[in-house]
């Protein structure tokens, strides 16, 4: 059985964001039971934890001999073991992991940096400042994104690990208008959100929460 970290609680305007949603929706695509082992602030700082995730944070896995750490490398685990999120063709596996790269690499750190700024530190002079620059550098991510998109539907021909990892990019946007004014993009956002497997594993995403702060 595999066992995945996640956050007891985190502030509302995270909630739905935090890095662990893309394990489960990659568990629930793949057709693969977990359990869910909660953790919180005073959890991620011991020694026990550090050795499952140095960095402290969540999502980490276990699975007999193996224990995984970063969203990223867990969900390309998960991927290369379903066919469900991964082709079983050399070449379609390489372009798959290419674009989940690209979510992580190319996309994810503009889309972070402006959401960061919005989030965290909106308030502040020089994050004003900031924004417009980080806002074009997000923008000029996501129209190349669009304009790979076209009229496809997915990434490649179907749904795989890169449409997962790349909508939960597009998630963190979710308090702008940005994608919205974008119709290819704000399509793939949602066709990828509509599926089953997504709305189980935000379900259950969220479901911690409903105690509120502990």
Not at 25 to 53: C, H, N
Not at 111 to 125: G, P
Not at 135 to 154: I, K, S
Request: hydrophobic content about 45%; overall charge neutral.
């Amino acid at each position: 059985m595999i066992r995945l970290s996640a956050f007891r609680w985190v502030p509302p305007f995270v909630q739905g964001l935090v890095r662990d949603l893309r394990v489960r929706w990659a568990l629930e695509e793949a057709g693969l039971p977990y359990e869910e082992r909660l953790v919180g602030r005073d959890d991620v700082s011991t020694a026990a934890y550090r050795a499952l995730q140095p960095f402290g944070q969540v999502p980490a896995i276990e699975t007999g001999d193996l224990k995984l750490f970063e969203s990223g490398a867990i969900v390309m685990y998960i991927a290369e073991n379903s066919q469900a999120l991964m082709p079983s063709d050399t070449n379609g596996r390489a372009r798959t992991n290419a674009w989940i790269i690209a979510a992580l690499n190319s996309v994810e750190p503009h889309v972070q940096h402006l959401t960061e700024l919005d989030l965290f530190f909106a308030k502040e002079e020089w994050a004003k400042a900031r924004r417009p620059v980080a806002l074009q550098m997000a923008q000029n991510r996501l129209a190349v994104l669009e304009t790979w998109l076209g009229d496809r539907e997915y990434l490649e021909d179907r749904f795989t690990a890169a449409d997962l990892m790349m909508t939960t990019v597009l998630r963190n946007l979710r308090h702008t208008n940005i994608i919205a004014e974008r119709p290819v993009l704000d399509a793939y956002q949602r066709r990828c959100e509509s599926r089953p497997a997504f709305k189980k594993a935000l379900a259950d995403h969220l479901k911690p929460f409903e105690k509120g702060a502990p």
